[in-house]
């Protein structure tokens, strides 16, 4: 007969899980158990924090779950930076963890105990509020079935993280094979299927486009999701829409595009706000049109009693959720930017040579005159162009929270699809170094880790897991010494506690771990360290960019329909 724990591998395998990360702890060491002799390979960084983000990002990228494990008490608390940016950002996710249970002693809440009675840490109500479900199955069968159904909603609809609680007895049960209810094979269990905007929907928006002299796609992380990168080019070159990104949508289109007019927001490209406040008809797919996306909706920016809006979601209570939409189109990215590709006509939309130059004069936001400084320190503007000198359409960019979020989006122009991601659903610091390990893990492709140095320094053990797991990608931190974007804040030096940090020496902190440091403080020093860099294939590398700490990003950045609310909101 087979055990739990053996089954819960077998389904692992059938449902063709590459990775899965984790930390060895509780009763999943018994599942951990399993993996030697299976073809999974378990990816243990340094904390079960990680680990979540790597998980997030796996299945981000793949769009299939990645898959977490880990002792329960550390999944529901270091482990759930990853689970909530799953959530936000709408990545498939597997988690794998456990109560911690030992047998008939529950009830008096033994150590690290998290089942949920008293004494103890209720686990199953920390899941329950940052996943789209959880299950905590009480026997063998039930815990593959519920494994199954994980996986089975971790992608079904709008993705998101799922949970399987693993019961201290049941990972010991042996399976019969003869379960009521019985549990199916997995591969069929799992399907999906995505759906469709209805017919008539799609007739009365593709109208709206076709008639439009200034229409704008706002694309999102829906359009990510969906990898609708073909259909999204093909609906603005059919109704010569501009197409603007939210931030988590930043490279659905090559920002390269002649279409392509930038990134809307509070700290973003002036000219792709313009060209929202501007456009007659709004085409919003896979946005849900956040605070930060709309200006905190600054009165002037969008205006539904003036503006057509076609609202494109998979989830229906996004469609319309912020703006009133005229029309509402649900269902999967694909099918809804196909759907409106196919029914444009050669008379369709604008003036074609009006939008492109349009999306040109809003693309000139891309550059200023900081990107050209040969200043020392280097100036955040200049070390983004640096960056974005070796960035090609294969190389993929990570970003983490902060100040240097905003330097990249408004200042690193993407030349292909699927190039740029970054910590903005729960935006937690610390996600770009264990992103950029998993991006490269997931892919082969190069990938380059930007992050301050606040963020770097809270998870750069994952520099070791480069370096173990033998993937080479280059951690660029823009370190200013400081929680820059904090320390900007300050009307008065030391109006903040908190916001100064020890100049660590991150070179040797690179080449502890096994890696390449180097420190670099002008500009063409820069440029060739990341050449240097992605020729290194064998090994990553750390390279401290000192930057200038002075460059204020939110009085160089902040959009003008920001300001017309009264600019920075936290």
Request: hydrophobic share 40%.
């Amino acid at each position: 007969m087979t055990k739990t724990t053996e089954a819960i591998v077998e389904t692992l395998e059938a449902l063709d899980v590459e990775y899965v990360f984790g930390y060895p702890g509780g009763r999943v060491i018994e599942v951990l158990d399993e993996l030697p002799d299976s073809s999974i390979t378990l990816v243990r960084p340094r904390d079960e924090r990680e680990a979540s983000v790597m998980a997030e990002v796996h299945g981000r990228l793949t769009q299939g779950p990645g898959v977490l494990t880990g002792q329960g008490p550390w999944i529901g608390s270091l482990g759930a930076i990853g689970q909530m940016e799953a959530r936000l950002s709408s990545s498939p996710m597997v988690v794998i963890t456990e109560a911690s249970e030992r047998g008939q002693y529950s009830t008096l809440a033994p150590y690290q105990q998290s089942r949920g009675d008293y004494g103890g840490l209720d686990l199953p109500n920390i899941l329950d509020s940052i996943t789209k479900e959880h299950w905590f199955p009480r026997s063998g069968p039930e815990t593959i079935r519920s494994l199954q159904l994980a996986f089975k909603h971790a992608v079904a609809g709008r993705p998101g993280p799922t949970a399987v609680i693993l019961d201290g007895d049941a990972v010991h049960e042996e399976l019969t094979g003869d379960a009521t209810p019985p549990v199916w094979d997995a591969t069929a269990q799992v399907e999906t299927w995505k759906s469709a905007p209805a017919a008539g929907d799609l007739d009365e928006a593709a109208a709206a486009l076709a008639d439009a002299e200034r229409p704008v796609i706002v694309a999102g992380n829906g359009v990510h999701a969906a990898q609708a990168y073909d259909e999204l080019q093909a609906t603005a070159d059919a109704y010569d829409a501009v197409v603007v990104t939210s931030y988590l949508g930043k490279s659905t289109i090559p920002e390269t595009h002649e279409l392509a007019g930038g990134v809307i927001g509070s700290f973003s490209h002036e000219g792709a706000n313009q060209l929202v406040s501007d456009a007659d008809v709004l085409c919003v797919v896979g946005c849900r049109l956040n605070p930060m996306d709309t200006n905190w909706q600054a009165p002037s920016f969008i205006r539904p009693d003036e503006q057509t809006i076609v609202h494109a979601d998979i989830d229906a209570r996004n469609a319309g959720w912020v703006y009133p939409a005229d029309v509402g189109l649900v269902g999967d990215a694909t099918h809804a930017l196909a759907g409106l590709a196919e029914r444009a006509d050669d008379d369709a939309g604008a003036e074609p040579e009006a939008a492109r130059d349009r999306a040109a004069d809003a693309s000139e936001d891309f550059h200023a005159p900081a990107c050209d400084s040969d200043a020392s320190p280097i100036k955040p503007q200049r070390a983004v162009k640096e960056i974005e000198a070796v960035v090609d359409a294969g190389t993929i960019v990570t970003a983490d929270s902060g100040n240097n979020r905003f330097w990249l989006l408004n200042y690193l122009q993407t030349p292909g699809v699927r190039t740029y991601f970054g910590s903005g659903g729960v935006g937690g610091m610390g996600w770009s170094v264990p992103a950029g390990v998993s991006a490269a893990l997931t892919t082969d492709r190069d990938v380059i880790s930007v992050a301050g140095d606040g963020g770097f320094a809270m998870t750069m053990n994952s520099v070791e897991t480069a370096v173990e797991y033998g993937v080479a990608p280059t951690f660029v931190v823009l370190n200013d010494t400081s929680l820059g974007m904090v320390r900007q804040m300050q009307e008065a030096d030391g109006d903040i506690a908190g916001v100064e940090f020890h100049d660590t020496d991150f070179v040797r902190v690179a080449e502890a771990f096994g890696a390449v440091g180097e420190r670099v403080t002008d500009p063409d020093a820069l440029a060739t360290a990341l050449v240097a860099a992605k020729e290194r294939r064998d090994v990553p590398t750390v390279i401290d960019v000192r930057i200038d700490r002075d460059e204020a990003m939110e009085t160089e950045l902040t959009s003008s329909f920001y300001e017309e609310v009264g600019g920075l909101h936290e």
